[in-house]
């Protein structure tokens, strides 16, 4: 089985071409290509995204067939993202996608952008199986999902205000670093103590598995306000290092229980933030060679991970076909 697989729920375009064979599944060909128009505005515009991905899709889409040597009509099948994301980025890969397999008459499934983060992690590992725990650490989404088979999942928690990705990118904001601030703030910390200022950890009272940043970020802006633009200027990387351990202790803190609990195989960290080397060093020390961290070309937004996890959801539940919308809000469990 190959599928062509288009990803646009956010601020990349991406396209892939996957083959399956049984339960493995391999990637031949990715193409991302991301917009770094929003740079300027300090975090996503969803008119300009929906833009940017029009204006590239096409090309994308053309090189992804060529790399992976492959005739649309060579195809069995076609996919896209339909949520969660920005309903008018989802649109244009969805219809473009579409529109492809109308013509080459394939058929069509829509995608869960975050079981596509969970398929990211078979990706990164063949032989990985279910059942598992999976981190998804996004921009967007922070959730633990136990993972009970290849189209079986149960949510254990979630984020209660901001997710990781976003604690990043407006804590980075706070310290004047632009966005996306995340790989700054990665970068900067490296060369900090963490141990510099102890941020307040987060009081959730509700019972579960659940996160909240929202009061991280807020600690930061009345530190940055009382200390002044001088000592942060002076003190910025161990500032950055003290703000960045507080986000990953915290999910930290989080997964060690419900590993202590559940006691999982395996735990697969997936999405954005699964890229930062603090948080990959900690769990790396506590949970051996029983972590999974999705390799880096399919942490961040891609096609590849949206065309594995079409194969099995089309092995197992068949077409979607053309009726198919976008989902802006999908959760995690939603096939």
Known sequence: MRVLAVETSCDETSASVVEMRGDRFEVLSLVVKSQVIHEEFGGIV?????????????DVVKKSLADAGT?????????ATKGPGLAASLIVGLQFAKT????????????????????????????????????????????????????????????????????????GRTLGLGYPAGPKIDRL?????????????PKIKRRGYYFSFSGLKTALLHYVRNKGEEYVRENLPHI????????????YDVVSRAYSE??????????????????REVFRESFGDKVLFARPEYCTDNAAMIGAAALKKYEIFGEDGQGVGVYPSLGVVEV
């Open 46 to 58: 969803p008119e300009l995204a929906a833009r940017a991905h029009i204006e590239v899709i096409y």
């Open 71 to 79: 005739h649309p009509k060579a195809l069995d099948l076609v996919a």
């Open 100 to 171: 492809v397999a109308l013509a080459v008459d394939k058929p069509f499934v829509g995608v869960n952008h975050l079981i596509g983060h969970i398929y990211s992690a078979y990706l990164s590992d063949p032989d990985l199986r279910p059942p598992f725990l999976a981190l998804i650490v996004s921009g967007g989404h922070t959730e633990l999902v136990w993972v009970e088979g290849w189209y079986s999942f149960r949510l254990l928690g979630h984020t209660l205000d901001d997710a990781a990705g976003e604690a990043f990118d407006k804590g």
């Open 189 to 201: 910390a490296r060369r900090g103590k963490r141990d510099f200022h102890r941020f307040p950890k």
């Open 240 to 251: 950055a290092a003290s703000y960045q351990e507080a986000i990953v202790q915290h999910l």
């Open 262 to 279: 559940l006691k999982p195989p395996k735990i697969a960290v997936v999405g954005g933030v699964a890229l930062n080397s603090r948080l």
